[in-house]
């Protein structure tokens, strides 16, 4: 079984490697080995634990999973040559990491927190040569999608990366709204499961409008409820969510 080494042990790393452990070995790079323990025990197998400080990533597969302001504080640690580096790092630069990390290879990825359940979407780019081993790693953890260069990669992250919270802020304003007309809390929790799991399944064959135009019949119900959400700025409020988080994350690339 291929070993994958993660440098870092946070969130994002536990939720991709949550998504690849009956696939590949595992090996995690921290700077506590009580958080190393944590990490091992919460995933629920056996994996290989190592320190940071003077870790050796020669010839290995590595998954970099720090903070970007940490990219320069972490890559004092390492010495050798890595066969691949993975970068989840968002707002990082192909160009930067290859001055901070020796690797044969770079790849930027950007998958989601749904890794830990094996439907992450994660987008990818960097390294041509290595495409179809980066995106045979990364389908470990959900679906993949291959970009042309690193500025739609940044585009793609404050979409798909941080897009979960969006949704998740989403499913919470609309069972609430059920919650304040009298529908039990849990009766509207269950509701909006059921809403989303139905709706991702419509999405993955319909346009959004089709599936809007198919439930909204003239001066109906639904009718109604949508132009609330258009009146109240549902709309300008989701585009000025991505500009914001791409915004974001070219000043968190700045600072590292």
Same mark, same amino acid.
């Given at each position: 079984?291929? @070993?994958?080494?993660?440098?870092? %042990?946070?969130? $994002? !790393?536990?939720?991709?490697?949550?998504?690849? =452990?009956?696939?590949?070995?595992?090996?995690?790079?921290?700077?506590? $080995?009580?958080?190393?323990?944590?990490?091992?025990?919460?995933?629920?197998?056996?994996? +290989?634990?190592?320190?940071?400080?003077?870790?050796?990533?020669?010839?290995?597969?590595?998954?970099?999973?720090?903070?970007? %302001?940490?990219?320069?504080?972490?890559?004092?640690?390492?010495?050798?040559?890595?066969?691949?580096?993975?970068?989840?790092?968002?707002?990082?630069?192909?160009?930067?990491?290859?001055?901070?990390?020796?690797?044969?290879?770079?790849?930027?990825? $950007? /998958? %989601?927190? *749904?890794?830990?359940?094996?439907?992450?979407? @994660?987008?990818?780019? &960097? +390294?041509?040569? #290595?495409?179809?081993?980066?995106?045979?790693?990364?389908?470990?953890?959900?679906?993949?999608?291959?970009?042309?260069?690193?500025?739609?990669?940044?585009?793609?992250?404050?979409?798909?990366?941080?897009? /979960?919270?969006?949704?998740?802020?989403?499913?919470?304003?609309? *069972?609430?709204?059920?919650?304040?007309? &009298?529908? =039990?809390? +849990?009766?509207?929790?269950?509701?909006?499961?059921?809403?989303?799991?139905?709706?991702?399944?419509?999405?993955?064959?319909? #346009?959004?409008?089709?599936?809007?135009?198919?439930? $909204?019949?003239?001066?109906? @119900?639904?009718?109604?409820?949508? *132009? !609330?959400?258009?009146?109240?700025?549902?709309?300008?409020?989701?585009?000025?969510?991505?500009?914001? !988080?791409?915004?974001? !994350? =070219?000043?968190?690339? =700045?600072?590292?």
């Amino acid at each position: 079984m291929q @070993t994958i080494t993660f440098i870092g %042990n946070g969130q $994002m !790393a536990f939720s991709i490697a949550e998504g690849l =452990k009956h696939k590949y070995h595992i090996e995690v790079v921290g700077r506590s $080995m009580e958080k190393l323990d944590a990490f091992e025990k919460r995933l629920g197998i056996r994996i +290989d634990k190592a320190i940071l400080e003077h870790f050796d990533i020669g010839d290995k597969r590595v998954v970099l999973c720090v903070k970007p %302001n940490a990219l320069e504080s972490t890559a004092r640690h390492l010495k050798g040559k890595a066969e691949l580096l993975v970068s989840v790092l968002a707002g990082t630069p192909i160009e930067k990491l290859s001055k901070t990390i020796k690797s044969k290879a770079y790849i930027r990825a $950007m /998958p %989601n927190i *749904a890794a830990s359940v094996g439907a992450s979407m @994660t987008t990818l780019t &960097g +390294d041509i040569s #290595h495409k179809e081993e980066a995106e045979v790693l990364l389908r470990g953890a959900g679906e993949v999608l291959w970009l042309e260069s690193e500025k739609a990669l940044d585009i793609a992250t404050a979409l798909a990366g941080s897009g /979960p919270a969006y949704l998740a802020i989403m499913a919470e304003a609309l *069972a609430e709204g059920a919650v304040v007309q &009298g529908l =039990k809390r +849990d009766e509207a929790l269950t509701l909006t499961r059921g809403l989303f799991d139905g709706f991702a399944k419509l999405f993955a064959t319909k #346009h959004p409008v089709e599936i809007k135009e198919a439930v $909204m019949s003239p001066g109906g @119900t639904t009718a109604a409820g949508c *132009a !609330a959400l258009e009146a109240h700025g549902l709309r300008h409020a989701s585009i000025s969510a991505i500009r914001e !988080a791409l915004a974001r !994350a =070219k000043i968190l690339a =700045k600072e590292s």
